[in-house]
């Protein structure tokens, strides 16, 4: 497998975490964005939407971090990322869904206002308002997860693709500049510190967001 991968990147971090916990060898191929190479006909070709992450192996070329993992887990079923049931499954994609539609962009937001070192490489400008309802619209999308952990370590019963999903976003704006401490949800709080002592979390964060959180 070759992985396409960007730094301060919370999409490649997430398909970074899935790879290592599967165990899955894969050559890496580091993509910078603000240079333009994400943008060059090369990268283009592997996804037209020059993104990262994006993953190539044999004839596939894929891209979205939740499909990356989505194929990676269903390649290698001995990592057991996904549950055996249909109904399991189906609950995963909710989590997916949940994620990417809602809790990441959220946090992005509030990242991307916030980290002094993204608003450099970036040039955006510091929105209170935005800030503001970033934070509101978490204000309302955490409880949904704090429930959800109620009397559980994971979402779905066993450590799975639902879990990992949500560690690079909330891994950002915990630290830094965002300082987001989760002080309301203390089961979120806690499921975080479990998915975030993993070494695959680690080795993710060492490959795509080193010095950035």
Request: charged share 20%; proline share 7%.
């Given at each position: 497998?070759?992985?396409?991968?960007?730094?301060?990147?919370?999409?490649?971090?997430?398909?970074?975490?899935?790879?290592?916990?599967?165990?899955?060898?894969?050559?890496?191929?580091?993509?910078?964005?603000?240079?333009?190479?994400?943008?060059?006909?090369?990268?283009?070709?592997?996804?037209?939407?020059?993104?990262?992450?994006?993953?190539?192996?044999?004839?596939?070329?894929?891209?979205?971090?939740?499909?990356?993992?989505?194929?990676?887990?269903?390649?290698?079923?001995?990592?057991?990322?996904?549950?055996?049931?249909?109904?399991?499954?189906?609950?995963?994609q909710?989590?997916?869904?949940?994620?990417?539609?809602?809790?990441?962009?959220?946090?992005?937001?509030?990242?991307?206002?916030?980290?002094?070192?993204?608003?450099?490489?970036?040039?955006?400008?510091?929105?209170?308002?935005?800030?503001?309802?970033?934070?509101?619209?978490?204000?309302?999308?955490?409880?949904?997860?704090?429930?959800?952990?109620?009397?559980?370590?994971?979402?779905?019963?066993?450590?799975?693709?639902?879990?990992?999903?949500?560690a690079?976003?909330?891994?950002?704006?915990?630290?830094?500049?965002?300082?987001f401490?989760?002080?309301?949800?203390?089961?979120?709080?806690?499921?975080?510190?479990?998915?975030?002592?993993?070494?695959?979390?680690?080795?993710?964060?060492?490959?795509?967001?080193?010095?950035?959180?």
């Amino acid at each position: 497998m070759d992985f396409y991968y960007g730094t301060l990147s919370g999409n490649s971090a997430r398909s970074a975490f899935a790879l290592a916990e599967a165990g899955v060898a894969f050559t890496p191929h580091p993509i910078g964005s603000p240079n333009g190479e994400n943008r060059e006909a090369p990268y283009l070709a592997l996804n037209p939407m020059g993104k990262v992450p994006a993953l190539v192996d044999g004839d596939l070329r894929l891209w979205e971090s939740n499909a990356i993992n989505w194929y990676v887990a269903e390649k290698h079923p001995e990592a057991r990322l996904l549950p055996a049931s249909l109904a399991g499954r189906a609950s995963v994609q909710r989590w997916l869904m949940f994620q990417a539609a809602h809790v990441s962009p959220a946090c992005m937001t509030l990242f991307r206002k916030t980290n002094a070192r993204v608003r450099a490489v970036w040039k955006t400008d510091a929105t209170p308002e935005a800030v503001e309802a970033a934070r509101q619209e978490l204000g309302r999308y955490l409880p949904v997860l704090e429930q959800a952990l109620a009397g559980r370590d994971w979402l779905e019963g066993d450590f799975s693709l639902a879990d990992l999903a949500y560690a690079p976003h909330l891994a950002m704006i915990a630290a830094g500049d965002a300082g987001f401490d989760f002080a309301a949800t203390p089961n979120v709080r806690a499921w975080l510190a479990r998915m975030w002592a993993r070494p695959g979390w680690k080795r993710a964060v060492e490959m795509s967001l080193s010095g950035g959180v």
